[in-house]
């Protein structure tokens, strides 16, 4: 079945320092793509998505492309801040099933000054 | 004001006991979904829900059932609760249905212990 596979965390950086939390997935045909953040005590939000290949998604200085080549998302960043600290999950959707989410376990990322 | 309310928060129940966890949304959007977090599985699937008539089981529904009370109201309930339903539990919703948009939007969660 269709599946995601994220980095295991923590990830810990200090500030300013570039990010990578690496996703791939296993999916039939060109699923959607997406990242979620979820801040401490908080619900998931999106931050951003892809649904097409070679589609580049942006947000808040984050960016990841969608490599259909590689089947993957990798999400990065070039500076990170202390505010960026959270769970990231990596998520698809399948083609025709577009309600349906698929996560990843997430990745804690840990941003120290 | 939350667009996606949960409520409670935190319970804390006994094994047997039934509960319910509800969700209320104030952004008109049409299809709404319930999920169970877990420590390293991620987010699953349990129930979704297109419109008040159409509910749909999702990944992990054994367990657990649902009610639409309105568009804007989509209660989970565990009729006799056991240890491994500890858990946090999300509420969300999306306007797919009429706006084509993947993006779904979170309540701030339930968690839920089980003794």
């Known amino acids: 079945g269709d599946s995601v596979t994220q980095m295991e965390g923590p990830v810990t950086l200090s500030e300013e320092a570039f990010l990578t939390i690496n996703c791939t997935y296993t999916a039939t045909g060109y699923p959607s793509l997406f990242w979620y953040v979820q801040y401490p005590g908080e619900g998931l939000q999106l931050l951003l998505k892809?649904?097409?290949?070679?589609d580049k998604g942006s947000n808040k200085g984050f960016e990841a492309t969608y490599r259909k080549e590689t089947t993957s998302f990798h999400l990065e960043k070039g500076s990170v801040q202390v505010s960026d600290s959270a769970v990231y999950f990596c998520?698809?959707?399948?083609?025709?099933?577009?309600?349906?989410?698929?996560f990843g376990t997430g990745t804690r990322l840990q941003v120290f000054p | 004001d939350a667009d996606v309310t949960q409520t409670p928060r935190n319970r804390i129940t006994k094994t047997g006991k039934r509960i319910m966890l509800e969700c209320s949304q104030t952004k008109g959007h049409d299809r709404m979904y319930w999920y169970r977090q877990d420590p390293g599985l991620g987010l699953r699937l349990i129930y979704y829900?297109?419109?008040?008539?159409?509910?749909n089981k999702g990944e992990i529904s054994d367990g657990y059932s649902v009610s639409r009370q309105a568009q804007a109201k989509f209660s989970l309930s565990l009729e006799s609760a056991i240890p491994n339903q500890t858990a946090l539990y999300f509420c969300a919703t999306s306007d797919f249905g009429r706006t084509g948009s993947y993006e779904q939007y979170f309540g701030p969660g339930t968690r839920l212990t089980v003794t």
């Open positions: 829900s297109f419109d008040v008539k159409d509910i």
């Open positions: 998520a698809l959707s399948p083609p025709g099933d577009t309600d349906k989410l698929i």
């Open positions: 892809a649904t097409k290949a070679d």
